[in-house]
T-cell receptor, first 113, second 114 residues
Framework: AQSVTQPDIHITVSEGASLELRCNYSYGATPYLFWYVQSPGQGLQLLLKYFSGDTLVQGIKGFEAEFKRSQSSFNLRKPSVHWSDAAEYFCAVGAGGYNKLIFGAGTRLAVHP | DVKVTQSSRYLVKRTGEKVFLECVQDMDHENMFWYRQDPGLGLRLIYFSYDVKMKEKGDIPEGYSVSREKKERFSLILESASTNQTSMYLC?????????????FGSGTRLTVV
């Protein structure tokens, strides 16, 4: 069965530091992979997505993610975190037809000034 | 931009009440979804619909039903609300079956059942 694991429930970084959020997936075929961000009290906003091709994907707000098939991973990165990046981040995998997505449990990011 | 609108941001209902959560999208998307979000559990799919009057169960359909009479509107119904249905409910829509373009989400409805 398809699944997504985000090993880190909470991460705290200092403003200006680099960030990497981990995501591992389980899926039998070539996965479609997504990262979403949720600010407090809001819905989810798409940061980036991977369908095929270049394994390094650029997204909005300066985020990027790298698909590594051998590690079943799709980690999200940002070279320099801003205080406004404090939010919850969700990794998701496309689960077959009808565009269903399976989400990880999320990683809550706190940013210290 | 596609907009997905959930009619209520906050709802408080009593145990046993019938509850309707409404979701409307304005870009002619075929697929619509209802998820619930709970701390530490991420988003779990309740029901989805790929066409008018068509619906499919997700991972946690028990205690819920849905209605899609028009393409733009997808309603989630709690037949008899219980306290364990206190949660954040998120509606989403997407464009096309067979390819994963990603969802557009509404802002969510935080439901409290007392």
């Amino acid at each position: 069965a398809q699944s997504v694991t985000q090993p880190d429930i909470h991460i705290t970084v200092s403003e200006g530091a680099s960030l990497e959020l981990r995501c591992n997936y389980s899926y039998g075929a070539t996965p479609y992979l997504f990262w979403y961000v949720q600010s407090p009290g809001q819905g989810l906003q798409l940061l980036l997505k991977y369908f095929s091709g270049d394994t390094l994907v650029q997204g909005i707000k300066g985020f990027e993610a790298e698909f590594k098939r051998s590690q079943s991973s799709f980690n999200l990165r940002k070279p320099s975190v801003h205080w406004s990046d404090a939010a919850e981040y969700f990794c998701a995998v496309g689960a077959g037809g009808y565009n269903k997505l399976i989400f990880g449990a999320g990683t809550r990011l706190a940013v210290h000034p | 931009d596609v907009k997905v609108t959930q009619s209520s941001r906050y709802l408080v209902k009593r145990t046993g009440e019938k509850v309707f959560l409404e979701c409307v999208q304005d870009m002619d998307h075929e697929n619509m979804f209802w998820y619930r979000q709970d701390p530490g559990l991420g988003l779990r799919l309740i029901y989805f619909s790929y066409d008018v009057k068509m619906k499919e169960k997700g991972d946690i359909p028990e205690g819920y039903s849905v209605s899609r009479e028009k393409k733009e509107r997808f309603s989630l119904i709690l037949e008899s609300a219980s306290t364990n249905q206190t949660s954040m409910y998120l509606c989403a829509s997407s464009l096309t079956t067979g390819t994963n373009y990603g969802y557009t989400f509404g802002s969510g409805t935080r439901l409290t059942v007392v």
